[in-house]
């Protein structure tokens, strides 16, 4: 059964970091693509990063600079290292995967077939 766990959210001010991490379990063998989403209040969920089992990357535009995407296969983890925050990053952040292969854009919600419950990430300014 496939299970994905986030952690590592929070409170932060504008300008400060935090690492998010989500624990994958049962997809080592599909050698998933893995993304970053995130979801603000009254917005609809985003792709913000993506990361294919080579280690490629793909980011949106609006964290390009700030945020890094990395995975370590070996434990099954996938890894947001998130910098310079500023107040419209506050949002809930959800990792998610999908087997094989990253899909078009690596940045669709509809590509991604399993996902975590999200973990809360706040900034204040």
């Known amino acids: 059964q496939v299970q994905l766990v986030e952690s590592g959210g929070g409170s932060v001010q504008a300008g400060g970091s935090l690492k998010l991490s989500c624990a994958a379990s049962?997809?080592?063998?599909?050698?998933?693509?893995m993304g970053w989403f995130r979801q603000a209040p009254g917005k609809e969920r985003e792709g913000i990063a993506a990361i294919n089992n080579a280690g490629s990357t793909n980011y949106v535009d609006s964290v390009k600079g700030r945020f890094t995407i990395s995975r370590d296969n070996a434990k099954g983890t996938l890894y947001l290292q998130m910098s310079t925050l500023k107040p419209e990053d506050t949002a809930m952040y959800y990792c998610a995967a999908v087997p094989l292969f990253c899909r078009g854009s690596w940045l669709l919600e509809r590509d991604y077939y399993y996902w975590g419950q999200g973990t809360q990430v706040t900034v204040s300014s």
């Open positions: 049962g997809l080592t063998d599909l050698r998933p693509c």
